[in-house]
């Protein structure tokens, strides 16, 4: 099998700017995640930064704040699981099956 190193070239470079493309969409898409049956919401970008943080009063105790931490952490935990499967959904076609770690 003979590869032309210059279509190598060539389709880095349309990866390349395929995944420009693709990056300033993650700015503008978002995911929610949620723990404790939906009593705590964490919303994040695309770029991972939590946005938005939604605590129902019910899940404020001041008795057991550890558990409120650990609402928090699943929740924000669920709303990466999310942007990692819309990462997938938008950039996949373009990787043509490709595994990028940690998505």
């Known amino acids: ?3 032309n190193p210059f279509d190598l070239l ?4 349309t990866i390349q700017e395929e995944m420009g493309k693709v990056q300033e969409e ?5 995911a929610t995640g949620s ?3 939906g009593i705590v919401k964490v919303t994040m970008n695309g770029q991972f930064e ?8 019910i899940a ?9 931490q650990d609402l928090i952490v699943a929740a924000a935990h669920d709303a ?3 942007i990692k499967e819309t990462i997938k959904e938008k950039a ?3 990787l043509g099956g490709l595994n990028i770690p940690g998505l």
């Open 1 to 3: 099998m003979n590869i």
């Open 10 to 13: 060539k389709n880095a470079k």
């Open 26 to 30: 993650l700015k503008y898409i978002s």
């Open 35 to 37: 723990s404790g049956g």
């Open 50 to 57: 939590v946005t938005d943080v939604l605590i129902d009063p």
């Open 60 to 68: 404020v105790d001041p008795r057991d704040v550890k558990m409120l």
């Open 80 to 82: 990466g699981e999310r």
């Open 92 to 94: 996949g076609p373009m």
